[in-house]
C-alpha cells in the first residue's frame, strides 16, 4: 500500500497525549526512577534472574500488565499507545523485566486465541504470572514465519521438535507461545511451564548482561491439540507480534537514548582538560547535539507510532519508522557516550558501556534499521 508524502504528513502526524497516557508516564517516571537506580541495576546483573521479584509485583498491582488487555479479561480495556510511556521509562532507568515479553505474548492471545484460552490466560497475565514468547531460530532470520521448529501429531496432541533462542525469562515463565510448523502451516502453540522437562532450558550469554534469554529444546515436549492457536489468524498474530514488539522496543530505545545523553552532558559540563571544560570543545560539543537532534527525531517517530498504532497500513509504517530511527539514535548516543568518557568509558565501571550494550541488543530484536527501512521501501514505493 503506497502513501504519498502529503498523506504520511497527515496520517503520522498525530503526537497529542492523551489523558491516560499522561498520568502513566508521571506515574511511570517516578516508579522506574525509584526503583532502578544504576546501582541496582548493576547488582541485578549478577543475579540469576536478572530482576527484582518484589518490583515486578508492583507492577502487576498497579496494572500496567492489564493495560492493552480488555476489561472483559481482568484488563484495562486501553491500547499499546498507553503502554509506550511505561516503556520509555524503563529503557531510560535499564528497568529490565518481563514486563515487553508479557504485553506481547497477551497481544498474541488477543490476536489468535480463542474464549478458552484467552479466558485462562490473560487473567493471569494481568495479575503477574509471566508468558513469553519463542520465535527466534538457529537461522537468525528476523522474519516470523520462517519456522523450522515442527509439532506432528502424536495421539490426541502434538509432538515437539526443533530449538528456539532468545526466550526472554523463559525460566520463571508460566507460559511460553511458540511458533511452530504444522503440516506447512505456522501456528501459535502454548507450552505450559510443567510441559518443559528438565534440561530443555539453557540460558544465554548475551551482550546486554541486564537481560535474561534462554534457548529452549522443543524435543521432548508433547502438547494437546487445544494448546493451539487458531490457524486461520496466525498471519495477524505474528504480525501483531512483530509490531507489538518494535513499538516497545522503540519506546524502550528512546528512553535509553535520552539517558545516554544526560549522562554525557554530566560528564561534558565537569570534566577538565588543558585548563578548559570538555564540554566546551567543539569537537565534543557538535557531536552531542546532533545526538540530541536524532533523539527528538527518534521520540516524535516513536509517539507517531503509538498513536497510529491500530490504524491498518499506517500504523505498521509508523512502527517500522520509529524502530529504525530509534535504534540510529541509540546506537549514536551511545557511542559518543563511550568516546567521551576517554579511557574509562571502555572500563566496566562506566555507564555508558551499558547503554551501548542495550543498543546492540534492542539493534538484534526484530530487526535493525536497515531491515526495517527495507520493509519500509516495500511499503511506501
Same mark, same amino acid.
Given at each position: 500500500?503506497?502513501?504519498?508524502? $502529503?498523506?504520511?504528513?497527515?496520517?503520522?502526524?498525530?503526537?497529542?497525549?492523551?489523558?491516560?497516557?499522561?498520568?502513566?508516564?508521571?506515574?511511570?517516571?517516578?516508579?522506574?526512577?525509584? !526503583?532502578?537506580?544504576?546501582?541496582?541495576?548493576? !547488582?541485578?546483573?549478577?543475579?540469576?534472574?536478572?530482576?527484582?521479584?518484589?518490583?515486578?509485583?508492583?507492577?502487576?498491582?498497579?496494572?500496567?500488565?492489564?493495560?492493552?488487555?480488555?476489561?472483559?479479561?481482568?484488563?484495562?480495556?486501553?491500547?499499546?499507545?498507553?503502554?509506550?510511556?511505561?516503556?520509555?521509562?524503563?529503557?531510560?532507568?535499564?528497568?529490565?523485566?518481563?514486563?515487553? +515479553?508479557?504485553?506481547?505474548?497477551?497481544?498474541?492471545?488477543?490476536?489468535?486465541?480463542?474464549?478458552?484460552?484467552?479466558?485462562?490466560?490473560?487473567?493471569?497475565?494481568?495479575?503477574?504470572e509471566i508468558a513469553t514468547l519463542a520465535l527466534s531460530e538457529p537461522h537468525?532470520?528476523? +522474519?516470523?514465519?520462517?519456522?523450522?521448529?515442527?509439532?506432528?501429531?502424536?495421539?490426541?496432541?502434538?509432538?515437539?521438535?526443533?530449538? !528456539?533462542?532468545?526466550?526472554?525469562?523463559?525460566?520463571?515463565?508460566?507460559?511460553?507461545?511458540?511458533?511452530?510448523?504444522?503440516?506447512?502451516?505456522?501456528?501459535?502453540?502454548?507450552? $505450559?511451564?510443567?510441559?518443559?522437562?528438565?534440561?530443555?532450558?539453557?540460558?544465554?550469554?548475551?551482550?546486554?548482561?541486564?537481560?535474561?534469554?534462554?534457548?529452549? +529444546?522443543?524435543?521432548?515436549?508433547?502438547?494437546?491439540?487445544?494448546?493451539?492457536?487458531?490457524?486461520?489468524?496466525?498471519?495477524?498474530?505474528?504480525g501483531q507480534i512483530e509490531l507489538a514488539s518494535a513499538l516497545l522496543q522503540?519506546?524502550?530505545?528512546?528512553?535509553?537514548?535520552?539517558?545516554?545523553?544526560?549522562?554525557?552532558?554530566?560528564?561534558?559540563?565537569?570534566?577538565?582538560?588543558?585548563?578548559?571544560?570538555?564540554?566546551?570543545?567543539?569537537?565534543?560539543?557538535?557531536?552531542?547535539?546532533?545526538?540530541?537532534?536524532?533523539?527528538?527525531?527518534?521520540?516524535?517517530?516513536?509517539?507517531?507510532?503509538?498513536?497510529?498504532?491500530?490504524?491498518?497500513?499506517?500504523?505498521?509504517?509508523?512502527?517500522?519508522?520509529?524502530?529504525?530511527?530509534?535504534?540510529?539514535?541509540?546506537?549514536?548516543?551511545?557511542?559518543?557516550?563511550?568516546?567521551?568518557?576517554?579511557?574509562?568509558?571502555?572500563?566496566?565501571?562506566?555507564?555508558?558501556?551499558?547503554?551501548?550494550?542495550?543498543?546492540?541488543?534492542?539493534?538484534?530484536?526484530?530487526?535493525?534499521?536497515?531491515?526495517?527501512?527495507? !520493509?519500509?521501501?516495500?511499503?511506501l514505493f
Amino acid at each position: 500500500m503506497a502513501f504519498s508524502e $502529503e498523506n504520511l504528513a497527515n496520517h503520522l502526524g498525530g503526537l497529542g497525549y492523551s489523558e491516560e497516557q499522561i498520568e502513566l508516564m508521571d506515574v511511570a517516571t517516578s516508579f522506574c526512577r525509584d !526503583k532502578s537506580p544504576i546501582d541496582k541495576v548493576r !547488582k541485578l546483573m549478577a543475579d540469576e534472574r536478572g530482576y527484582d521479584a518484589q518490583v515486578w509485583q508492583e507492577i502487576a498491582e498497579l496494572g500496567w500488565l492489564g493495560i492493552a488487555i480488555p476489561e472483559a479479561h481482568g484488563g484495562v480495556g486501553l491500547s499499546m499507545a498507553e503502554v509506550a510511556p511505561i516503556a520509555e521509562q524503563m529503557g531510560r532507568r535499564l528497568l529490565t523485566t518481563p514486563f515487553a +515479553t508479557c504485553t506481547v505474548a497477551a497481544q498474541a492471545l488477543l490476536a489468535a486465541g480463542d474464549e478458552v484460552q484467552c479466558g485462562e490466560w490473560l487473567p493471569r497475565i494481568v495479575a503477574g504470572e509471566i508468558a513469553t514468547l519463542a520465535l527466534s531460530e538457529p537461522h537468525g532470520d528476523w +522474519t516470523l514465519s520462517h519456522v523450522e521448529a515442527t509439532a506432528k501429531p502424536n495421539g490426541d496432541g502434538y509432538a515437539l521438535s526443533g530449538t !528456539k533462542q532468545f526466550v526472554a525469562y523463559a525460566k520463571d515463565a508460566a507460559l511460553v507461545i511458540a511458533t511452530v510448523n504444522v503440516d506447512g502451516a505456522v501456528r501459535l502453540a502454548l507450552i $505450559e511451564q510443567s510441559a518443559i522437562p528438565d534440561g530443555a532450558l539453557r540460558r544465554e550469554i548475551i551482550v546486554d548482561e541486564t537481560r535474561r534469554t534462554y534457548e529452549l +529444546t522443543l524435543d521432548g515436549i508433547t502438547i494437546p491439540a487445544s494448546a493451539l492457536l487458531d490457524a486461520g489468524r496466525s498471519a495477524t498474530a505474528l504480525g501483531q507480534i512483530e509490531l507489538a514488539s518494535a513499538l516497545l522496543q522503540a519506546a524502550e530505545m528512546c528512553g535509553g537514548t535520552q539517558s545516554a545523553i544526560d549522562y554525557t552532558v554530566e560528564y561534558l559540563k565537569t570534566r577538565k582538560q588543558f585548563g578548559k571544560l570538555i564540554g566546551e570543545y567543539q569537537a565534543l560539543k557538535h557531536p552531542i547535539t546532533n545526538a540530541y537532534v536524532a533523539y527528538e527525531k527518534a521520540r516524535s517517530h516513536m509517539l507517531s507510532a503509538a498513536h497510529n498504532f491500530g490504524q491498518q497500513g499506517v500504523g505498521e509504517i509508523a512502527v517500522r519508522m520509529a524502530k529504525a530511527s530509534a535504534d540510529k539514535a541509540y546506537s549514536f548516543a551511545a557511542d559518543r557516550a563511550v568516546q567521551f568518557h576517554g579511557g574509562f568509558g571502555f572500563t566496566h565501571d562506566c555507564d555508558a558501556g551499558l547503554y551501548r550494550r542495550s543498543a546492540i541488543w534492542h539493534a538484534s530484536q526484530f530487526g535493525d534499521a536497515a531491515w526495517h527501512r527495507a !520493509k519500509l521501501a516495500d511499503l511506501l514505493f
